[in-house]
Nanobody, 119 residues
Framework: QVQLVESGGGLVQAGGSLRLSCAASGRTSSTDSAGWFRQAPGKERERVASITWSGGLTYYKDLVKDRFTISRDKTKNTVYLQMNSLKPEDTAVYYC????????????WGQGTQVTVSS
């Protein structure tokens, strides 16, 4: 099993910044990637960004690629999401997830952290 614990959410004004952290523990060697997803009220959960543990290959949703940066610290099994120039439409619960190695399945999820951007 892999455990994921997020931190860093909160309330920020439009144009502000937040940094989310996700600490992974357990059998992290069974995963090859970590990612951030978000779910706004009434909307489906969507992948915002992801990164491979080994090579640091990244993916970004088009709407955030110029504003968000995902990074990882392999020594700490921690993934970060730096969010700049936040907009009210970024308001959502943000979840950290880990993908089982060799698959497309995001099997492990954190509890989520609320990000609220006020206009």
């Amino acid at each position: 099993q892999v455990q994921l614990v997020e931190s860093g959410g909160g309330l920020v004004q439009a144009g502000g910044s937040l940094r989310l952290s996700c600490a992974a523990s357990g059998r992290t060697s069974s995963t090859d990637s970590a990612g951030w997803f978000r779910q706004a009220p009434g909307k489906e959960r969507e992948r915002v960004a992801s990164i491979t543990w080994s090579g640091g290959l990244t993916y970004y949703k088009d709407l955030v690629k110029d504003r968000f940066t995902i990074s990882r610290d392999k020594t700490k099994n921690t993934v970060y999401l730096q969010m700049n120039s936040l907009k009210p439409e970024d308001t959502a619960v943000y979840y950290c997830a880990a993908r089982t190695a060799g698959t497309l399945t995001w099997n492990y999820w954190g509890q989520g952290t609320q990000v609220t951007v006020s206009s």
